[in-house]
């Protein structure tokens, strides 16, 4: 009897735990601790736990690779330390292996990507991003650390829905449409959820890098399938007629709309330079972090040390008009691609075999996930890093589909 109430008692815990951690990766901003920092470490902290209790018999050998990236950021660390900024940088690395690792652990637990959780989920970010939008612009911003929706939008930005700035809700929803599509694009509602998402996306984050992301992954999509395809002429065409259609969207809205999407297509107009300074801070850190990695034949640089290279960049002057002033003092990447191969080089570059390969051996049974890695390598590219519990978490879903098959969760 007792060893039935233990038995019990441990099912529980482990699916609260389980499910635990799968929330806080889907909502990575809320504010449980009193930390001011915009991605909250709840779902690392309880990765942890899920890694050291159930994680004995799940080691695979993506997960072996990513320790081998855990341990040359290490490496990195200690051969670069200055102050604790190198510590803030690790972070990202624990969270790469430990969230993807949880998050592995975790669908092999439950079967799958529950459902009912991703359904909720969904339903809260609309409907919170809805009522910051439409009604009261300061709806549940004291879930987060920092939050301005009021400014957002007089400055013709989105709202921020359960993230601290537009661009970050709009980056969680395109991840979101990763997950969608890959786990229940045969269930009855996915049409519905890809709505939801994508009015979230261009409706209520108006985020002029999701639109960049979108428009991006859409073009290189088309151009592989020209390439790869047999019917090569066909997706030629809708490409053609998906650039006149878009084209002619964009002149409307430069004409008739005002809002940051639109000025930043007015600064390409008019002068890519000044639209790749006020691209913010994003253009002008992914480009010139591979860049690094590039000059420097894929060598580390270590942690802290952006701002040194940044201070030879400057002085080529095919390059110093197009480096905008934030980015001189930076001394950290904050994006997800550009700045492990910036940091760590070519010992970065499993991350990425990873991905490409669990996509490679996923495109065998799901239509279409090509244009997903297009999308996802587009959004990594951006100032997105593994912090945000939701990429690691969709990492460790493209692991957990890749051994697994087409599995999907029912409740």
């Not at 695979?60 to 320790?67: G, I, T």
């Not at 990429?391 to 599995?407: M, T």
Request: with cysteine; glycine share 6%; charged share 10%.
């Amino acid at each position: 009897m007792n060893n039935a109430i233990y038995q019990y008692i441990n099912s529980k815990f482990t699916s609260f735990l389980l499910f635990s951690f799968l929330f806080f990766c889907f909502f990575p901003c809320l504010r449980i601790l009193p930390l001011n920092i915009d991605k909250q470490p709840n779902a690392l902290i309880l990765s942890f736990f899920i890694v050291v209790l159930l994680g004995k018999n799940k080691v695979v050998k993506d997960v072996a690779w990513l320790l081998f990236v855990l341990i040359a950021a290490i490496i990195c660390m200690l051969f670069s330390w200055e102050d604790w900024l190198g510590l803030e940088i690790l972070t990202n690395y624990l969270s790469l292996f430990f969230i993807v690792y949880a998050s592995y652990i975790t669908l092999s637990c439950l079967g799958g990507m529950p459902y009912a959780l991703f359904k909720w989920v969904v339903y809260i970010w609309f409907i919170v991003g809805i009522i910051q939008y439409f009604f009261y612009h300061s709806f549940m911003e004291f879930l987060l650390f920092r939050s301005n929706n009021e400014l957002m939008l007089e400055s013709g930005r989105g709202v921020t829905g359960l993230s601290v700035e537009p661009t970050g809700y709009g980056m969680t929803c395109l991840l979101f449409l990763i997950i969608n599509y890959l786990n229940f694009r045969n269930r009855s509602t996915y049409k519905l959820f890809t709505l939801l998402l994508l009015i979230q996306i261009i409706l209520l984050s108006l985020s002029s890098t999701c639109f960049f992301c979108i428009a991006i992954s859409a073009f290189l999509y088309m151009l592989y399938r020209i390439l790869a395809s047999s019917h090569r002429f066909s997706w030629l065409f809708i490409l053609i007629v998906l650039c006149y259609i878009g084209y002619h969207i964009v002149l409307y809205l430069l004409e008739n709309v005002d809002i940051r999407f639109t000025r930043l297509l007015q600064y390409l107009q008019e002068d890519p330079a000044v639209f790749f300074i006020n691209g913010d801070y994003r253009l002008c850190v992914s480009f010139f972090s591979i860049k690094g990695f590039i000059d420097d034949w894929g060598m580390p640089h270590g942690f802290g040390c952006f701002n040194k290279y940044m201070e030879r960049v400057v002085e080529n002057p095919t390059y110093a008009p197009f480096v905008s002033p934030s980015v001189l003092g930076a001394r950290k990447t904050i994006t997800a691609i550009g700045g492990p191969l910036f940091e760590l080089g070519i010992f970065a570059l499993p991350i990425y075999y990873i991905i490409v390969n669990a996509f490679k051996k996923i495109s065998l049974w799901i239509p279409k996930a090509d244009f997903c890695l297009f999308l996802l390598v587009t959004l990594m590219l951006n100032t997105i890093n593994f912090n945000e519990a939701i990429l690691s978490l969709v990492i460790g879903n493209l692991i957990y589909l890749k051994r697994n098959g087409d599995c999907n969760v029912v409740y």
